[in-house]
């Protein structure tokens, strides 16, 4: 039977010019569906494992292509719970060169931003599950939603499920102080944190000597001491960290690290020309899942996840719409863009 | 010098799937904009007087987008406000033969319903003002829209201004309870009111005898009626109402009758082949007041905004976008769709 | 518990020209799936049931499209199994006007064709099904395809399970000999026959009276005949047929009867402007279904399939994209195409 | 061997927003190439015949696209001359319901306008050729046109080859009075004279009794008199008046008439649901000069031109894309638009 | 009050294959609007600056749809001319890799190139205006040209009003030598004069040492010298150069140096992946006139005009849609490329 | 008279996602046309050679729009049989940065792959005739391909006629081992033999050494070792091979050498940015026939046919739509993709 994981969040109507046209160039946007968790939630599914998405999410047509379209990537959305009264929306414009991408949020009032705690039945959702996973934009979205996030995770280990979260911090979400006070409070129910390369300063004020962020440049050794740092601070088993180097909007260096209180792994560095970076970090945190549940060695993990998330910035949209042997095929390092016939 | 008319609403970002196609079968929206009151003033800038929109819109690109497109059709757009959280939005599905058009408002917590009394100058923003409209939608929007809608009627009045209100019920903004207390109150500074088949109904209770809505069936001699007692009990100085019989969401045939509290006047009917209705009453209202400004006579008028509203059915998405000539033309009959070299 | 519908048959990609477009005017051509009993499958999906689609597709990306669109639409695709060379294809071009649809089949050597009697192990397949339904399409497709029918009937009526079988004679896939001869020997294993305005005479040579297809006429007193006939012959429980009389490429009216084996029930006849026309028959079966298994009286059950595939002309593509309750409000009677806001 | 037709004319650049959009709507046009006597080419073309088409075009990419068009057609292009300025562009608007289509020339200057006599071996040309068309847009194109065309008509008289000629008065090309001096010079060389319901008037000054073309009234017995008129005048052998109603941009009546100086034959008439209706004049030129050139009796011709010209307005574009054996079937009636599989 | 400025030229309609498309391949052209003068002028309107545009177009739709396209990005079009034939067009193919982009132009007898002295009442023009900016383009659009401009630029200066003039030679459109007599003439009124790499040598024979524009080498010292010349023989006031290095048609160095008659100042050299090319000139006058306006020091204006240049080419068109903020953040140089939420 | 060349094999529809979308994310597809022989025949066209192209299609529509493009063009199809079920198809989805490009071929049952040895009269069709081109995809397409090829091969020599083979191995259509004895058998009757850096192993088992082709590095001495191989074994009169380093899906390096049994002549090398990669090699292929048509010398010879294939990679879909010039540009070194106005 395959393992189950299952992830909590929102998911949005993701609103996008064609191309790199702006805004205010076009009459059509490409409508998609993205999030977080739900990211999560299908990557994992294109590897083969059975996952369950767990939402709320209004009772109307738009709602509903949301769904079919989680349903088509074979996401278990049986416990989409329907209320509320609307779905979030976000707009993304694409950037190119040394225009940034742009992204306006409008998930005010979005039917999971009201969720009350009696809405879940964790024992329920729970049921058969292997790993739960959420990012720190859940409790960000609601006056109850970190107490709602707290008893998920509380409920998780008390049925020996493995739970992973994402820092993810939205500065038009919450402050870092909110952000701080909230996710730390959950950090004892975590086993394995995920941080970029700037998410670890926002909320827990652990910052990386000798980097830059604006400039692109980023120093490995700085992301060592924040990954021991977290875990001295915080207890976790094991920390990821993401390290995007970014020199235009096209193109971007990707890997990433990870420490399992003993030792550090450092992936293969990946220079990507860019199709779309939105996913890209969700990419990387169900390439680690994906690792976890087949018990690879540890190098092995920081490889595929580093892969998967490189690969999915060849893809456009939310979704990493690649194959588990696609990913596998990138770490034996055979492919290079060569047409497969 | 140009006549200058100003409307007050809410103009909307609208998403519709291209042709015919059902909300679950796109990953592309058409994305324009609309709303009653802008597109009355699109409609009149396109007929040639000077035209303002007041509204509320958000500081962000999106909001931008809709001033632009106004800006595009030569709307003066330096009273409306930029401030709040978010521009409201509608997705808008097409009907074709038997299955009817959809549409999915998610306008909650817009900029404009978020209005406060203060927001608005109206003794400004009426500076050299000819006409002023507005639709029964404007004080369904939020809390303090009635009063500010009260007061702008006011101010209007102590200058002389005309005014007009298309009734324009719609249910999912409030009861037809609320809708009957609020629009009473402003009945009393209101010159024109236009109505169609269903809205004097469901707003006043008067409803037009041996006519089914849903059959198609229009008795003109019962809108006589419901036109004469709109008079009788709320002192309008002329009444018109629109008349759509609707034999599939393709084919509509539509007239009009105006009432001026002596004679009816009722306009030709058009058999017409539906590109896009949204709009088609906007359309008519423009019509109507470009035919009192013109100062047509009353069967000219009727037949102006008739024959105005037709063409509208023929343009996509919400904006009525002829020309002045161009109804006269379908007016004097004698177009019936050849080319024009 | 829902209950629960099986349907065997060929899904293909489908490749149609935007709009009005002839074959050599396109450099795209838009992408869908399609097939006769994956439509039904997909419709009745839509109107609430468990629905299970069994068919053999190739193990490459465009035969998993078609998994994942059926699956979008909450199809179950468990026991498609995944072999051999190649999907089958049909070119769709739209007509207008005078001008005709056409069809181009590109389905030799698809998956499905090759299929083998012990591919299939129908008792598992049937585990927990309501109804079985096929069409005279699936026979047709290749060697072995007659046996498979046959086996997989007798499974069904062993187990209990009603059957269901639409004729839908392809002269390009069998003669009409060919047709009469299997068709005949799955006969007695099918409950309700359904047929077209002339599959009757194509297959079984039973033919109305006073009906002449190419001139658009249909006498609907000759199909009660023919239906008696086909029950007097066959013993089918019951036997409905749809009557589509073509003004035009554009414009048909469609209506049906319904005989069973007592009373005659005729229903309304709609005039349908049409968006997309193929797939209107398998609406109409999945709207009989839909109603057998809602035991709905007979009258009911006939409205309710016409009303079910006047919808579907009305949407783009194969597949029947209404709600039961869109459904149900036509055959109401109170639509009209009117906005529903 | 097949009969080769030649035609002389200009073809142009055609610009059009996509369906029904307006020219302010849209910031994409469709780019099609067209112009009556290239039409004529290729729809004589799909007939089966050779055909040759004679202009003379500037050396850029814009009008190698017209070329590469022509030759996907089959058309011969060997005699199309490279030189001048630019390539004619006409900027297409569709109508629909009451709203006219609108077509803008901006064909000033193009290279064909400043054709010299010596730029045309018309021995060489007219090679082989069995029948020679042209319009009366041609000789309005500039200042040396009339003088080919007579020089063209003289010589092809002189090899006895067949002449046609559709008068297409087109009034932003030149006053009906220069029309009428220009084309009574060349009546004495053509043996088909072709008018719509507007030409013979607009031209000649022979006017239809009891006919209002803006009312889409059409009389077909006055067209009978026009006919007769225009062989007793200008001893043309023949004449075919091709009779348009219009009772909408979407809808029209077709049928025509063929008068041999003996008796008239009327063609069936076809009640169109329209998809493109330019180029439909220019389908019955080439549905005729197929008839003749198939030696067909006169009923068959101008039911074969009339039919032609009908499956015409289904297609989207200038140009006539189907085939004989689908104009046959048309005539023959037992088609009637449904699916051909 | 915001400071005003006034440009003069040529709007010309533009039409575009999507992406790499090559102008054979498509049936489709993007159809947006441009020309070196009114990008300057929506450029600094975006800006946040009054402009005006000063042209001629005719009185048909499309050229109503240029200056509805000005006026959505907020250019007052009150002072443009309506008559003449025909509005420019130019059709304009992406080059990619090692194949160039490739323009072609059709815009001889357009209305602004038949313009007369006294089509233009420059008094009225200049109202309140504080700076005027032409390009080379202009006085060689037709024969009256050349005139226009010294009327115009002459009273300018009378007027106080700052000028500048970006020589932007077009071979096709003049002679060298033609060139630079006209221009020569022009020079004694102009502030500010802009080249590019290659104009300076082209219009007046000064040019860089040691640097090849075919090989994409720049010499940065060369362009120094070719800066003090100008100003020594023609009495600018100050001299900017654009120094664009071609490595491929889709990656292009940009820098830029100032010259004020006493020091050169020299702008960061960006290396960009680029969208669309044309109009990064004119993106770069705006920058410049844009820091003039602001009374920046040289440094601050020549950064500020080399980003906004820069992110011109990240936009599709010829409109450089980048807010002055947006420019201001590259200056800074804090965000390489990061997605701003 | 212009020099003709045929070629002969197997033209495809081509259905392709847009951009980089993967086959799961589209619900369109580009339509086009291509393969290996016919690329070769479009691009000696473009270049302004006669061109031939043999093949058998089916007669069906879809079939029509592959001669039709081919026409299109310029290429002959008079000898294009029409016979067989089907037209192939392969499905192309574009890879981006580390995600490679994925072919699915959907060619099976193919009406050339049916083809017999009487289907063609090789001394007709090689009539005139300078040049005969196949690639080793011909003889693998069906059961009687390596004996028409090799008919084919023998009469060309038999007329003295240029021969040339392109390797192209498909692993998907043949055994290596398959291959390598077909392949053989026609080696006598080859003058020029063309390779890529994995076809001679792959085919004949020379291999080039001290290169990995899935590291993307190249070993130019090794290939010259392969060519030198290659013509001492089977005694081609001159061997061609391109040599493609691959660093990511959209960055490739390009260049070839070229042995005369004398002489090695190495090209310039191109660094690509590309836009679509299928059919670089037939553009190499056509510019190197091309050149020896031309008589070129070796050095120049090798220079235009990378050049050629250098800007097929620019350009979207099979074939290379350049002229001689643009590649002569190229050649002398001139351009660097700036804008050609």
Known sequence: MAKKIVTFGEIMLRLAPDNYLRFNQVDHYEATFGGAEANVCVSLSNYGYDTSFISILPNNDIAQCAINTLRKFNVNTDNILRKGNRIGIYFCEKGASERPSKVIYDRKGSSISCAKLEDFDWDKIFDNASWFHLTGITPALGENLPNICMEALKKA?????????????????????????????????????????????????????????????????????????????????????????????????????????????????????????????????????????????????????????????????????????????????????RVQR
């Open 157 to 337: 280990k008390e049925k020996n499920i493995n739970t992973s979260l994402d820092l993810n911090y939205r500065k038009k979400l919450w402050s870092k102080d909110e952000a701080k006070e909230s996710i730390t409070k959950l950090c004892p129910y975590i086993d394995i944190l995920i941080s970029n390369e700037e998410d670890a300063k926002d909320v827990f004020g652990i910052e990386a000597k000798d980097t830059n962020i604006d400039d692109g440049k980023i120093n490995v050794e700085g992301y060592k001491e924040v990954a021991k740092e977290l875990i001295e601070k915080y207890h976790f088993e094991k920390v990821a960290i993401t390290l995007r180097e970014s020199f235009s909007a096209n193109d971007n260096a990707w890997s990433s690290v990870l420490y399992d209180n003993k030792n550090f792994y450092i992936s293969k560095k990946y220079n990507m020309h860019i199709v779309d970076r939105v996913g890209g970090g969700d990419a990387f945190a169900a390439g680690l899942i994906s690792g976890f549940l087949d018990e690879l060695n540890m190098q092995d993990i920081i490889e595929f996840a580093s892969a998967s998330s490189c690969l999915k910035h060849s893809i456009q949209g939310d979704f990493n719409l690649v194959s588990k042997e696609e990913v596998q095929s990138l770490v034996k390092g055979n492919i290079r863009g």
